[in-house]
């Protein structure tokens, strides 16, 4: 169902939205680049590169226009850096992670079974990540919040930001295995201790910070991170 409804978009949505003649075979293209670079801060160029046959080089222009007609069709949905003023030095990364905005249809674009997820964990990691990620986007928005990425060139890297209207925020790490908690924590403690100066009367310590997991019990570790079942998720 969800191949015929992507098949559908690339042989006439998008064409009806970028009111203009698209190919759709490079919408495909399109589409299973997405999908392999899902949850991750793909650039448009890279993107014009992979739709481009060897022959037949895409624009990054065209790649930015077809990009856009699928974020109007509401199929894939960017999650912008996070950008508090912080009283250190690191140069932030701007550019916004790329999801759709169910991971089913990034598994559909590249017709991947059960089989071939469980033997490539990292790409099932990331798809997990972006389960995530929409889920905390609809919480979000119910409390009038938004969710955004962290990400400093010196490495530091958190999944999830979730901040609200008046500046308080909370810091997620998205894991597939609860081995990679300990690792997620120290991420998330390196990103409190930069105490992020946000507007004046507002908070500059995070509300919560936590690791967001497949499976197993919710609980509060000994230096206040919490660990959550993705199930347990709530407003």
Do not use: C
């Not at 169902?1 to 690339?10: A, K, P, S, V």
């Not at 990540?129 to 609809?138: A, Y």
């Not at 925020?169 to 081995?179: N, T």
């Not at 946000?198 to 206040?224: E, F, H, N, Q, T």
């Amino acid at each position: 169902m969800n191949r015929d409804y992507l098949n559908e978009i690339r042989r006439t949505d998008v064409s009806r939205v970028a009111d203009r003649r698209t190919d759709p075979i490079r919408v495909g293209r399109l589409l299973r680049s997405l999908a392999r670079n899902t949850a991750t801060e793909v650039a448009v160029s890279r993107l014009a590169a992979d739709v481009g046959a060897s022959k037949v080089a895409m624009k990054p222009e065209t790649a930015a226009r077809y990009l856009d007609a699928v974020e109007q069709l509401m199929i894939v949905e960017d999650q912008p850096a996070w950008s508090p003023h912080l009283r250190s030095r690191a140069i932030l990364r701007e550019t916004p992670k790329r999801h759709f905005v169910d991971p089913s249809l990034a598994a559909a674009a590249l017709r991947a079974t059960p089989d071939r997820l469980l033997a490539d964990l990292r790409f099932l990691g990331l798809l997990f990540e972006s389960l995530v990620i929409r889920d905390l986007r609809v919480y979000a928005q119910a409390n009038d919040a938004e969710v955004f990425h962290y990400r400093e060139k010196g490495g530091l890297e958190v999944d999830a930001i979730v901040e609200a209207a008046d500046g308080r925020w909370a810091a997620f790490e998205i894991k597939l295995g609860g081995r990679r908690v300990d690792e997620a924590v120290k991420n998330l403690s390196r990103l409190a201790q930069r105490k992020p100066r946000a507007m004046r009367d507002s908070p500059s310590s995070p509300s919560a910070l936590a690791v967001i997991v497949p499976d197993g019990y919710g609980y509060v570790r000994k230096d206040d991170v919490g660990v959550i079942p993705i199930g347990t998720l709530g407003p």
